[in-house]
């Protein structure tokens, strides 16, 4: 089942050709697709920064497009020291691998430096 990256859901929502046709596939044929709180409260505050604008209600949003939010938990707080490589990295990024590697996920996202972690359960939401 695949866990969403904050990118990745921008162009799923948008339908951006820049999700590639691998990454649309392991969405449609997926029972479940995942997207962290933690991606919500990222894109949250991206909004209020103005990098970027999305719903009001962006949770809802997501549940009304049939993705389900995967809640933050102190085990996956603590899955972080899984990943030593990341400490300087986008604290965001650092809990969605956690939660993916956790939970069994494949991680769709576009992050060259998750990407390059060469972690087989981080997909590039490119291709």
């Given amino acids: ?3 969403l ?3 990745a859901v921008l ?3 948008d339908d951006n050709p820049k999700l590639g046709p691998l990454a649309r596939k392991r969405i449609l044929a997926a029972d479940e697709v995942h997207v962290s709180v933690a991606t919500v409260w990222e894109l949250t505050i991206k909004a209020m920064l103005g990098k ?3 719903p009001d209600d962006l949770g809802s949003r997501l549940t009304e497009q049939g993705l389900s939010l995967l809640s933050i ?17 986008d604290p965001f990024d650092r809990l969605i691998i956690a ?3 956790l939970g069994g996920l494949e991680l769709l996202t576009a992050d060259h430096v998750l990407l390059d972690l060469d972690r087989d359960f981080v997909i590039d939401a490119r291709r």
């Fill in 52 to 54: 970027l604008t999305v």
């Fill in 5 to 7: 990256d904050s990118q």
């Fill in 1 to 3: 089942m695949p866990l």
């Fill in 99 to 101: 939660q993916a590697d």
């Fill in 73 to 89: 938990t102190a085990e996956h707080a603590e899955g972080l020291r899984a990943f030593p490589e990341l400490a300087r990295h």
């Fill in 11 to 13: 162009w799923l929502l």
